[in-house]
């Protein structure tokens, strides 16, 4: 359930909240405001607060593991074609893609003075020697969810959003959407897999607004975190309140 022991002082079924001592929580990353505000599909605010309060993270999954192995090697292959994906979608100039902060060298933060939020980027692309986007690297295995209903590029709101708070606390304007689609067999030797132009496209947008995110955020955090209490789980979270009191 993660490499925390969570601090937890009671579980209510009957308010199907959890009550717990705060002590060093994670930030506001771009996953986790999205799930906040209600449009990450795949976290509930209950999850998301337990995540931020060290009460409970998913453990890795064979996706999550070959997205890691694969995100550099979509990064250098960007890096490579960055003329023939991007041209002057950015503007006229030279283009370059520069890696982020090694994770052990930031202490897993990109944005130490935005607390509570925070989060790391995947990277970003340069113009002229300035950053000019954030980069965000995806892996997926739905291509349909990046096309519209008559071919049209697009992007999943839900993953605007979460770039959008990068862009927010970098003073950036433009997103770049790099995305691999793996074949299933891909998931069981990710380091066999290759990035090419059959299987890798490219998204440039603009962030969406962040102040009403971020005021709506702040409202949450300080309803439920600073005050070391859950959101209501909802029967799609149980399994966690289980794993939470297995490690009791």
């Known amino acids: ?91 006229k100039g030279k283009l370059d893609v520069i890696d982020p902060v090694p994770k052990e060298e930031c202490y897993y933060e990109h944005f130490p003075d935005a607390a509570p939020f925070g989060g790391m980027v995947d990277g970003w692309v340069d113009l002229d020697g300035k950053h000019a986007a954030v980069l965000e690297i995806k892996t997926a295995s739905d291509r349909s969810k990046w096309f519209g209903p008559d071919g049209e590029e697009i992007v999943p709101s839900n993953y605007i959003l979460q770039t959008s708070l990068y862009c927010d606390l970098s003073r950036l304007n433009r997103i770049v959407f790099v995305v691999g689609f793996p074949e299933p067999q891909d998931y069981d030797a990710p380091e066999e897999w290759e990035p090419t132009e059959d299987n890798t496209i490219v998204r440039i947008v603009d962030p969406v607004p962040m102040e009403g995110y971020k005021k709506q955020a702040l409202e949450w955090y300080d309803r439920y975190i600073r005050k070391g209490v859950t959101p209501p789980w909802t029967p799609d979270d149980t399994y966690i309140v289980d794993e939470i009191l297995k490690s009791l």
Do not use: W
């Not at 990450?40 to 192995?69: H, M, Q, R, W």
């Not at 995100?71 to 960007?78: A, L, T």
């Open 1 to 91: 359930m993660g490499m925390y022991k969570p601090d937890v002082e009671d579980v209510d079924d009957d308010r199907r909240i959890i009550r717990f001592s705060l002590g060093k929580p994670k930030k506001i990353t771009g996953s986790r405001i999205a799930a906040i505000v209600g449009q990450n599909e795949y976290t509930s605010e209950f999850k998301v607060a337990c995540d931020i309060a060290k009460l409970y993270t998913d453990p890795p999954t064979p996706f999550t593991i070959a997205g890691d192995v694969m995100e550099p090697k979509i990064r250098e292959y960007i890096r490579q074609h960055s003329s023939e994906y991007i041209g002057d979608a950015l503007g």
